[in-house]
């Protein structure tokens, strides 16, 4: 525990100490992305699926309207890892066709394939088939996906046309999209700042409109630390609901693994809807009642804009809190019950993440490139990972040298924790029921430098909270802030309670406008 307190207070004092110099290092700003022309690009997924269905849109004018977009940014952000464009016009023109002759109807779409002919981009660990499938890791150069993930299954079923696979952090150990093997992909709203991790490539393309839906994946905030980097909504599902095959890496049954969860990426709160009732149409459906109106004025609104802690957590931004501030009272304006929650729900939250990282059973990741059979020491790995000496980037390294140091925290303390969490959880869905959310923060502060973030890791705690808890959460975009960067919050409620947080989003998104294109 001390060892805990004393990493935490370490990469503080190196953020502050090296926060001036680097600012200094990045003072001139890069040119902006292009701004986005085609009005097709800011037209939801729900309305083209629509469209589509109805034969007032092809299905072919989309896909290359986003192709275009695509080609047109990734200079800027190198966000794709490898495209199927080719094959994905040839898949809309089939589409076209189908409809043109008659083979399939709207009604029929509109029921069995609500995402026809609508295009959509996957996270590179959620295995797309023949598509790149190597976690950014040089040990895994040049190995394709030999079958779809599940999530990815499910929305081809339904009729979505994947367009590319996108760039993620070594093994989704990150929260800055960086890895030896693609490189590093640059924020749309500033190209000299991260667009989150691990699902930042997502993120990216969806901020800068060149994506209308995407999946990512989710286990400590990878959905949701990218959405608010990049200015979009993003859902992290109740675990269960949608099976995690496909993903890498595989958890293996551990307590991570019952954290981790595919979910949608985009930049309207009604596609996260569309592709939730997609994503969970192989589950219980009774028990999401995802078609079940939500009157968020009879709604209990619990919040908090911070969380307090000795040395272990660092302190959200004014703009943060003042987003926060900004919806409660709008709830409150409008009847809701609005309260603020007590510290005491997240007091030992940063010793629950330390203690869930000593939980994880992952597979050997620090393989030797050149001699798979051989596994590299992770404190060497994170020394030499400093000086860029490495094979691996050091939050591979890092993260496998808190795993095999299980988080710092003493055995004595492991059940004494591992309890704990389990009666919050228990007492938290409890607090929340059927009518409850939970408004707070996703990370501490909007996007920073690269460089920086990684000594921002400890934040990971405020998206950390719904993955230990098995809380639905949706990140949602509340605009810019001074420095045109996307500030926000995320909205949480009690497991398979999914529809109240989609809800909020929703609504939020009609009060606050959601989404803002990046600024030229």
Not at 30 to 40: A, G, N, Y
Not at 468 to 485: C, E, F, W
Request: aromatic share 8%; proline share 6%.
């Amino acid at each position: 525990m001390i060892l805990s307190n004393l990493t935490s207070i370490l990469t503080h004092l190196l953020h502050f100490v090296l926060r001036p110099f680097l600012l200094l290092v990045h003072m001139k700003r890069p040119p902006s992305i292009p701004p986005i022309k085609d009005p097709l690009l800011k037209v939801n997924a729900s309305t083209l699926a629509r469209k589509i269905r109805h034969g007032e849109l092809s299905s072919r004018t989309v896909v290359e309207a986003y192709i275009e977009r695509i080609k047109e940014v990734n200079p800027f952000l190198n966000a794709v890892v490898e495209e199927r464009f080719d094959a994905a016009v040839n898949d809309a023109k089939i589409c076209d066709a189908k409809l043109k002759t008659g083979k399939v109807t709207a009604a029929t779409l509109e029921r069995e394939k609500p995402l026809y002919g609508v295009p959509v981009t996957i996270k590179e660990t959620c295995s797309l088939a023949g598509m790149s499938y190597t976690g950014g890791s040089l040990s895994r150069k040049g190995i394709k996906a030999s079958e779809d993930g599940s999530a990815v299954e499910i929305l081809k079923n339904a009729g979505a046309i994947p367009l590319c696979v996108t760039n993620t952090s070594e093994f989704c150990t990150g929260i800055h999209t960086m890895n030896y093997l693609h490189g590093a992909t640059r924020n749309p709203y500033d190209t000299r700042k991260s667009p989150g991790g691990s699902s930042g490539g997502e993120g990216a393309l969806l901020g800068a409109g060149a994506s209308v839906l995407g999946i990512g994946s989710d286990v400590l905030g990878s959905i949701r630390i990218p959405s608010l980097f990049n200015g979009i909504f993003g859902h992290k599902p109740t675990p269960g609901i949608i099976s995690s095959h496909g993903h890498l890496p595989n958890f293996g049954g551990s307590t991570i693994e019952s954290m981790l969860v595919y979910g949608p990426m985009a930049r309207y709160a009604e596609d996260l809807r569309l592709a939730m009732k997609v994503l969970a149409s192989k589950c219980e459906t009774s028990l999401l009642r995802l078609d079940d109106p939500v009157d968020v004025k009879t709604l209990r609104v619990f919040y908090l804009d911070n969380f307090d802690s000795f040395c272990g957590i660092r302190s959200t931004t004014t703009d943060i809190r003042q987003s926060i501030e900004q919806a409660t009272r709008y709830f409150a304006g409008n009847g809701a019950i609005v309260e603020e929650l007590s510290q005491e729900w997240v007091s030992s939250i940063f010793m629950f993440l330390m203690t869930c990282l000593g939980e994880v059973q992952l597979p050997e990741l620090l393989l030797d490139p050149k001699y798979a059979q051989r596994n590299k020491t992770p404190l060497l790995e994170v020394v030499k990972a400093l000086f860029g000496l490495s094979d691996y980037t050091l939050t591979l390294a890092y993260a496998q040298l808190m795993r095999k140091a299980r988080g710092f925290i003493p055995q004595s303390k492991e059940k004494y924790y591992q309890e704990l969490r389990a009666d919050i959880r228990h007492r938290v869905n409890k607090l929340l029921g059927n009518d409850g959310v939970f408004i707070c923060p996703a990370f501490s502060q909007p996007t920073d430098l690269p460089e920086l973030i990684f000594l921002q890791t400890d934040s990971v705690v405020y998206s950390a909270f719904s993955n230990m808890m098995h809380l639905p959460s949706t990140y949602v975009p509340m605009g810019l802030n001074n420095d045109g960067l996307p500030i926000g919050f995320q909205v949480m409620a009690a497991s398979h309670q999914d529809r109240l947080c989609l809800a909020v989003a929703r609504e939020l998104e009609t009060v606050f406008g959601g989404w803002v294109p990046p600024p030229n």
